[in-house]
C-alpha cells in the first residue's frame, strides 16, 4: 500500500515485524483495533527471518557493505504547538556483526580434479561476497516461501564469477534417498547450491518449538496453526567423547537403548518418574548446582551427562531448582506429537511471525514493507505519544504505538548496558552428523564445552522433509553465548565434529559444503522497560538465546495486557468454513415454505444414511493389501511426516 494512501488514524500502530511484533499485532486486530504494521526491510519477521540461499547471500552483502546512516529528515513543520518530537534510529546495523563467509566447495558443477580448497571470507577487507548485476530483493511472500534475488561467492583464486540461475520449477528434483543409495555420493557445487537456491529456507535464529510451550499452545488457542505445518525432532544427540551418541529420553528409548545397561535403565526411569512432583529432598538441594544433586543420586557418568546436558540442557552451575524445573519441562513435553518434546515449522522458523501477520491481515490490519515511521510527536502536557510520521512525511494520530528495540536510540536508555551477543553458525554438509536407516531425520545436538572457557553449544540439524534444504544436503544451525566472535566461539566445535580444510583425521564426518558465522544481539539482555519514553510506547526486543519461544511471547502478552486489560489475549479465530456471511442464510416466510425446507431436510437425511451404510460397507470390504499401506503410512509419519497441530 502506497504512503498516500494509507489511513491517518489507528488505534495501535506497530514498527517492526519480528516475533513478538507479529503476535502483539494479531492480538489487537482480533479483537477489533485498528493496527498499521510497517517495516523498514524488504521481508518480514526481521532477525527471525527465514531466507533463500540467494537471499541469504544478498543480506551478507547488506551486512558487509559499511553502508552510512541516511540523514534524519527535518519534519519540525509537522509539529503543533504543544508537542515534541523524539527523532528514532533508522539503521539496525548494530544487531548483527562479524559476519564471515566459507566456502569448502568446487566452483565447477562437473570436477575431473579434486577441489580445491578455498580462502576464508573474512568481513569487509577481504570482502568476496558478490552481488549479481540483476540481484535484489523481490517482494515477500504472503503464502509461500520468500524468493529473493541472488548473490555469489568470489573466490580470490578464480578469475570468473560463479552465477545462479533459477531452477526450472518442472525439473524433478532428486529425492534424498537416491542420493543416499548411490554407491558414490556426487559431490555438490557451490554453482548447484546457488542453481537450488529457492530449495532453501535458512533461518536467522535456530530455535525448536517445544510441544507444550507457550508458543504451540498460543498457535493451537487462536487458530493461527491453520496457517503452517509442523515436524517431530525425531532424536536428541549429544557430543561426549569425540562421538555423537543418542540421548534415551522417552520410556520407549530407553528401553531400547544399546548404551545404557540393565542397571541404568532402571535408575534413569525412576528418576524421571521421581522428578515429576517436588519433594523435600529436592528442595534440599536448592541453590546448590544441579551436578551434584545427580552424583547423590548414585547416577553413573552416563546419566548424568544425558540428564545435565541433553535433558535439562543447563550447565554444571546451575541451581538444583532450576535443573529440576527444567527436566519436568522436557518430560512433559513428551509424548504429545512425538518421541521428543520439540516440534519445528517446515519451511522455517521465519514463517511463524509471517503466520500471526496473516492472522492480523485477516481481521483487517493494514501492511506496508520498505516503509518505517521516523518520529514520534509527543504531547507535551500529558507525556504521550499521539502520533507517528512516517519515513514520507506522513502525519498518523495513534492510540499507542509499539517498536523494536534497534529503533530505539541509545540516548534513549535509562542504563547504558552493553550488550549481550548470541554466536551463530550456519552450515550446508553433505550427510547427517549421526547417519542412520532413515535419511529424513531432524536432530536436536548438545554439545557440552569442549574445553574450558568455551560456551555450550546448542545444535540443531535439518533434513530435507523439513524444506530448508536441497535434496542431498542438511542444514546444522549452531548457536552459544557469545565469548568472542562467532568464528571464534563456533569454529572449534565446527572442526571437531565436521570435515573441513582445518580438520584433521575426520573422514567418517559430513562434509561442510559452505558455512556462515555471525554475532546478534541477544533479546534476553535487553530492558524493555529501561526507555525513557512515554507509557503509551512500547518496546519489543529480539531473539534471545533460549531453545524455546516464551521470551517473546511473554512480551506479547505481557503488552497486550497492558493496554486491554479487559480483553482476551489471542482468542480462537474461526475457521472459513464456519463463517456465515450476510445473505448467505435465509428464512422461510411462509408455512408452504417451511415445508418444503423440511421434506428438503428429510431427503438430504435419508440420503445420508445411505451414504454411511454404503460406507460402513466398503470399510468392512477394505483389503489386507489396503491395511499394509495403512501400516507403511504410519511408519512414515513416526519418521517426521509433517502433522497440523491440534489438542
Known amino acids: 500500500m502506497a504512503a498516500e494512501d494509507l489511513p491517518s488514524e489507528f488505534d495501535v500502530v506497530i514498527l517492526g515485524t519480528g516475533l513478538a511484533e507479529s503476535v502483539v499485532a494479531a492480538a489487537f486486530s482480533r479483537v477489533g483495533q485498528r493496527v498499521l504494521h510497517v517495516d523498514r526491510r524488504s521481508?518480514?519477521?526481521?532477525?527471525?527471518?527465514?531466507?533463500?540461499?540467494?537471499?541469504?547471500?544478498?543480506?551478507?552483502?547488506?551486512?558487509?557493505?559499511?553502508?552510512?546512516?541516511?540523514?534524519a529528515q527535518d519534519w519540525s513543520s509537522l509539529v503543533e504547538e504543544g508537542e515534541e518530537l523524539i527523532q528514532l534510529s533508522n539503521s539496525d546495523s548494530a544487531s548483527i556483526s562479524n559476519v564471515q563467509v566459507f566456502c569448502y566447495t568446487s566452483e565447477e558443477d562437473e570436477v575431473e580434479e579434486a577441489p580445491n580448497t578455498t580462502e576464508e571470507e573474512t568481513g569487509a577487507d577481504e570482502d568476496t561476497v558478490k552481488e549479481p548485476s540483476e540481484a535484489e530483493t523481490a517482494d515477500p511472500k504472503e503464502e509461500e516461501t520468500e524468493e529473493k534475488g541472488g548473490t555469489a561467492v568470489e573466490e580470490e583464486e578464480q578469475s570468473s564469477d560463479v552465477k545462479g540461475e533459477e531452477p526450472d520449477a518442472d525439473q524433478p528434483a532428486p529425492s534424498a534417498a537416491q542420493s543416499q543409495s548411490e554407491p558414490t555420493k556426487k559431490t555438490i557445487s557451490y554453482a548447484q547450491l546457488v542453481k537450488e537456491g529457492r530449495r532453501f529456507n535458512i533461518d536467522l535464529v535456530s530455535k525448536l518449538m517445544y510441544s507444550r510451550g507457550s508458543l504451540v499452545d498460543l498457535l493451537i488457542k487462536s487458530n493461527v496453526s491453520r496457517y503452517a505445518e509442523f515436524k517431530n525432532v525425531t532424536r536428541i544427540l549429544t557430543y561426549r567423547n569425540e562421538q555423537v551418541d543418542q540421548v534415551p529420553c522417552s520410556r520407549a528409548d530407553v528401553f531400547a537403548s544399546r548404551q545404557l545397561s540393565v542397571v541404568e535403565k532402571r535408575k534413569l526411569m525412576r528418576f524421571l518418574t521421581s522428578c515429576v512432583e517436588e519433594t523435600e529432598e529436592q528442595q534440599a538441594y536448592n541453590g546448590r548446582p544441579y551436578l551434584e544433586f545427580l552424583?547423590?543420586?548414585?547416577?553413573?557418568?552416563?546419566?548424568?551427562?544425558?540428564?545435565?546436558?541433553?535433558?535439562?540442557?543447563?550447565?554444571?552451575?546451575?541451581?538444583?531448582?532450576?535443573?529440576?524445573?527444567?527436566?519436568?519441562?522436557?518430560?512433559?513435553?513428551?509424548?504429545?506429537?512425538?518421541?521428543?518434546?520439540?516440534?519445528?515449522?517446515?519451511?522455517?522458523?521465519?514463517?511463524?511471525?509471517?503466520?500471526?501477520?496473516?492472522?492480523?491481515?485477516?481481521?483487517?490490519?493494514?501492511?506496508?514493507?520498505?516503509?518505517?515511521?521516523?518520529?514520534?510527536?509527543?504531547?507535551?502536557?500529558?507525556?504521550?505519544?499521539?502520533?507517528?510520521?512516517?519515513?514520507?512525511?506522513?502525519?498518523?494520530?495513534?492510540?499507542?504505538?509499539?517498536?523494536?528495540?534497534?529503533?530505539?536510540?541509545?540516548?534513549?536508555?535509562?542504563?547504558?548496558?552493553?550488550?549481550?551477543?548470541?554466536?551463530?553458525?550456519?552450515?550446508?554438509?553433505?550427510?547427517?552428523?549421526?547417519?542412520?536407516?532413515?535419511?529424513?531425520?531432524?536432530?536436536?545436538?548438545?554439545?557440552?564445552?569442549?574445553?574450558?572457557?568455551c560456551p555450550a553449544v546448542k545444535m540443531v540439524e535439518?533434513?530435507?522433509?523439513?524444506?530448508?534444504?536441497?535434496?542431498?544436503?542438511?542444514?546444522?544451525?549452531?548457536?552459544?553465548?557469545?565469548?568472542?566472535?562467532?568464528?571464534?566461539?563456533?569454529?572449534?566445535?565446527?572442526?571437531?565434529?565436521?570435515?573441513?580444510?582445518?580438520?584433521?583425521?575426520?573422514?567418517?564426518?559430513?562434509?561442510?559444503?559452505?558455512?556462515?558465522?555471525f554475532n546478534m544481539a541477544?533479546?534476553?539482555?535487553?530492558?524493555?522497560?529501561g526507555y525513557n519514553l512515554p507509557p503509551n510506547v512500547y518496546v519489543c526486543s529480539?531473539?534471545?538465546?533460549?531453545?524455546?519461544?516464551?521470551?517473546?511471547?511473554?512480551?506479547?502478552?505481557?503488552?497486550?495486557?497492558?493496554?486491554?486489560?479487559?480483553?482476551?489475549?489471542?482468542?480462537?479465530?474461526?475457521?472459513?468454513?464456519?463463517?456465515?456471511?450476510?445473505?448467505?442464510?435465509?428464512?422461510?416466510?411462509?408455512?408452504?415454505?417451511?415445508?418444503?425446507?423440511?421434506?428438503?431436510?428429510?431427503?438430504?437425511?435419508?440420503?445420508?444414511?445411505?451414504?454411511?451404510?454404503?460406507?460402513e460397507k466398503k470399510q468392512e470390504e477394505v483389503t489386507e493389501k489396503e491395511e499394509e499401506e495403512k501400516q507403511e503410512e504410519e511408519e512414515k509419519q513416526e519418521e517426521g511426516q509433517s502433522l497440523p497441530l491440534e489438542e
Open 542 to 615: 529480539g531473539p534471545d538465546a533460549a531453545l524455546g519461544h516464551d521470551h517473546a511471547v511473554k512480551q506479547a502478552e505481557s503488552i497486550f495486557q497492558k493496554i486491554l486489560p479487559e480483553e482476551d489475549f489471542c482468542p480462537p479465530a474461526p475457521n472459513p468454513e464456519d463463517i456465515i456471511y450476510d445473505g448467505d442464510a435465509t428464512s422461510p416466510s411462509t408455512g408452504e415454505e417451511r415445508e418444503g425446507e423440511e421434506e428438503k431436510q428429510e431427503e438430504v437425511m435419508e440420503e445420508k444414511k445411505q451414504e454411511e451404510v454404503m460406507e
Open 462 to 517: 535439518l533434513c530435507s522433509s523439513t524444506m530448508t534444504c536441497m535434496p542431498g544436503t542438511y542444514l546444522v544451525h549452531l548457536t552459544c553465548q557469545s565469548v568472542s566472535s562467532a568464528y571464534e566461539d563456533l569454529s572449534p566445535v565446527v572442526t571437531r565434529m565436521f570435515r573441513t580444510p582445518e580438520s584433521a583425521d575426520q573422514e567418517s564426518c559430513p562434509s561442510v559444503l559452505w558455512c556462515l558465522y
Open 43 to 71: 521481508y518480514y519477521a526481521s532477525n527471525w527471518a527465514s531466507f533463500t540461499f540467494n537471499g541469504l547471500l544478498t543480506w551478507i552483502q547488506q551486512h558487509h557493505e559499511e553502508s552510512q546512516p541516511e540523514e
Open 295 to 453: 552424583r547423590d543420586q548414585q547416577l553413573g557418568d552416563n546419566l548424568q551427562h544425558f540428564l545435565l546436558h541433553s535433558i535439562a540442557m543447563v550447565t554444571e552451575d546451575t541451581p538444583t531448582e532450576e535443573g529440576l524445573t527444567s527436566t519436568r519441562h522436557f518430560l512433559r513435553c513428551l509424548g504429545r506429537y512425538g518421541n521428543t518434546p520439540f516440534l519445528f515449522p517446515v519451511y522455517g522458523l521465519g514463517e511463524i511471525p509471517q503466520c500471526f501477520c496473516r492472522m492480523c491481515a485477516v481481521f483487517g490490519g493494514i501492511y506496508c514493507l520498505r516503509h518505517s515511521v521516523t518520529c514520534l510527536l509527543i504531547d507535551k502536557e500529558a507525556n504521550r505519544c499521539k502520533a507517528v510520521i512516517d519515513s514520507r512525511g506522513q502525519r498518523i494520530s495513534c492510540s499507542h504505538f509499539v517498536m523494536e528495540d534497534s529503533y530505539v536510540g541509545a540516548d534513549r536508555k535509562k542504563v547504558a548496558t552493553p550488550t549481550r551477543f548470541l554466536s551463530r553458525a550456519v552450515l550446508i554438509t553433505d550427510s547427517s552428523i549421526l547417519p542412520s536407516d532413515s535419511d529424513q531425520q531432524v536432530s536436536m545436538v548438545t554439545v557440552p564445552p569442549i574445553a574450558a572457557g
Open 522 to 529: 541477544d533479546g534476553s539482555g535487553l530492558e524493555v522497560e
